[in-house]
């Protein structure tokens, strides 16, 4: 049985534009890391929260990390308490699922702290707590990812049912993110409850036809079926710039351009050869409306959360 562990878990693209709440993939250019150390005084505190964020609450009960381990601890009957630190890699308000992030690192390095440790399901379950934390609703498309690795299709919230999708080789994630925060809650404040026959038909093939298109590697089916007609258009006038940073990453080859997660941060998918003038493009059409941003090419695959310290 370990005194302390440290475990690192990656940003991820919520939604990928067409499966709002049930699709999401890794992004390993950055995430979250967390040191769990065992004390013999019973609770959850947090020490220390460092890194490009701050301002986040260190009661337990009030922070995403804090509240999965108290989770973690009750579920797996953990003696004594943990101490956490918490080292945030991923902006605020980013679309990148900082809060998840945060979660899955805490479940996976407390976890490592106990004689019995908890399967990945358990971990997904307590991760869950801390995200409705931040979010206020419980949804798993960036904690699946997160924790298990890849592009992840999660079915189900109270007894969720996980499938890895293969992505085909030579694919590649670009991503830019606008200097500018948007809160998840604010985000799904525009989304109507109300969906027309069309759209609906519309975007059920749509994700038929995008995770058939990666089962068989078809990247015409892909690009064909790369477009969210229902949440996009509600979200897009919460970022500034975004139709044209759209027609940017298209108009130099992507397979397709969608908002990741609740926002602001803009994704595309793409063949790698592209990836460069896209990245450039998606950038340079935030900055015609004068928005800097931070930008990345990542691969989308394996591994999730892992701990780091090079023990199991």
């Known amino acids: 049985m370990r005194d302390s562990a440290v475990a690192f878990a990656p940003a991820t693209v919520a939604n990928v534009g067409i499966g709002f709440d049930i699709l999401g993939h890794t992004v390993q250019a950055l995430g979250d890391r967390v040191t769990a150390r065992r004390t013999d005084k019973p609770g959850v505190r947090i020490t220390a929260i460092t890194g490009v964020v701050t301002r986040l609450p260190l009661d337990a009960q009030r922070n995403t990390a804090g509240k999965a381990v108290m989770s973690l601890w009750e579920a797996q009957g953990g003696q004594g308490g943990v101490e956490l630190q918490i080292e945030k890699g991923i902006p605020l308000s980013s679309g990148l699922g900082g809060s998840a992030a945060s979660a899955v690192a805490a479940v996976v390095a407390a976890n490592a702290l106990l004689p019995n440790p908890a399967d990945k399901m358990t971990l997904l379950k307590c991760a869950m707590h801390g995200e409705q934390v931040a979010s206020g609703s419980v949804h798993v498309d960036n904690i699946s990812p997160s924790l298990f690795g890849g592009l992840v299709l999660t079915v189900g919230v109270d007894n969720p049912r996980i499938k890895q999708v293969p992505v085909p080789g030579g694919v590649r994630c670009v991503l830019v993110h606008p200097h ?133």
């Open 180 to 312: 500018l925060e948007l809160e998840t809650r604010a985000a799904r404040g525009v989304l109507s409850a109300n969906v027309t026959l069309s759209d609906f038909v519309w975007q059920t093939a749509n994700l038929a036809g995008f995770i058939s298109g990666c089962y068989s590697g078809d990247l015409d089916l892909i690009r064909d079926s790369f477009e969210d007609v229902v949440i996009e258009r509600q979200r897009q006038t919460l970022i500034p710039g975004f139709p044209e940073v759209r027609t940017a990453a298209m108009a130099h080859g992507a397979l397709g351009c969608s908002i990741s997660g609740a926002g602001p941060t803009v994704f595309a998918w793409c063949e790698a050869p592209r990836a460069e003038a896209i990245r450039g493009a998606m950038v340079a059409a935030f900055s015609a409306h004068g928005l800097d941003a931070d930008s990345w090419v990542t691969m989308i695959e394996p591994p999730g959360a892992r701990i780091e310290d090079g023990t199991a």
